[in-house]
């Protein structure tokens, strides 16, 4: 069965380091997502892509963060500087022709020191 | 601002027993989904509520979506171990269709 993929699954980085999360998609889907999970709180959007651009974002993707998708198959969500408060579980989600439903990978924790 | 609650926020129970959790919100939502998700991985998706009123059964777990599409329930019957985890409820909106907002959870504990 087709899943999401994150790299890498654990990230140590340090306050104002840059750092780049990645995910495969599932193959035909078309709308793709992160999202991040502060530990013991609850999944919070990020942002959403569709036809090469961003078509929604939250309040929390700041101009320290970008997301790209470089080529057929990979999507990224760069943190330019990161802080302390970044500190998470990033989850990169896509979704097909049922908008709504979107299929999660396993995430990435993402740990600044 | 669209919010999303989710009661009860903490649940244990023994095997077999029935429960039920719910999905509110003030909001009037285009669908709404319910995830699962166990620690340290992400939420899978387990059913999508589209139309008012709707009820979807998946085995032992019914979903409904109220009347109003602002609140959504899911009855658990005879709950196994298997069925622990959290569950999320979460909306997409009408304007913003992509963007969808989670619920805190309800972490569901089964107890042999």
């Known amino acids: 069965e087709p899943e999401v993929t994150q790299t890498p699954s654990h990230q140590v980085t340090q306050m104002g380091q840059e750092v780049i999360l990645r995910c495969v998609p599932i193959?035909?889907?078309?709308?793709f997502y992160w999202y991040r999970q502060i530990l013991g709180q609850k999944v919070e959007f990020l942002v959403s892509f569709y036809n090469n651009e961003i078509s929604e974002k939250s309040e929390i993707f700041d101009d320290q963060f970008s997301v790209e998708r470089p080529d057929g198959s990979n999507f990224t969500l760069k943190i330019r500087s990161t802080k302390l408060e970044d500190s998470a579980m990033y989850f990169c989600a896509s979704s097909g022709d049922l908008v709504h439903e979107q299929y999660f990978g396993p995430g990435t924790r993402l740990t600044v020191t | 601002t669209q919010l999303l609650e989710q009661s009860p926020q903490f649940l244990s129970i023994q095997e077999g027993e029935n429960l039920t959790v719910y999905c509110n919100s003030s909001s009037v939502f285009s669908s709404l989904q319910w995830y699962r998700q166990e620690p340290g991985e992400g939420p899978v998706l387990l059913v999508t509520v589209v139309t008012g009123g709707e009820v979807k059964k998946l085995k032992r777990l019914t979903f409904q979506f109220g009347d109003a599409r602002k609140d959504s329930s899911l009855h658990i019957t005879a709950a196994q171990p298997g069925d622990t985890g959290l569950y999320l409820c979460?909306?997409?909106?009408?304007?913003?269709?992509?963007?969808?907002?989670f619920g805190p959870g309800t972490s569901l504990s089964v107890i042999p």
């Open positions: 193959s035909n889907h078309l709308y």
């Open positions: 979460a909306g997409a909106g009408w304007t913003s269709y992509d963007k969808v907002i």
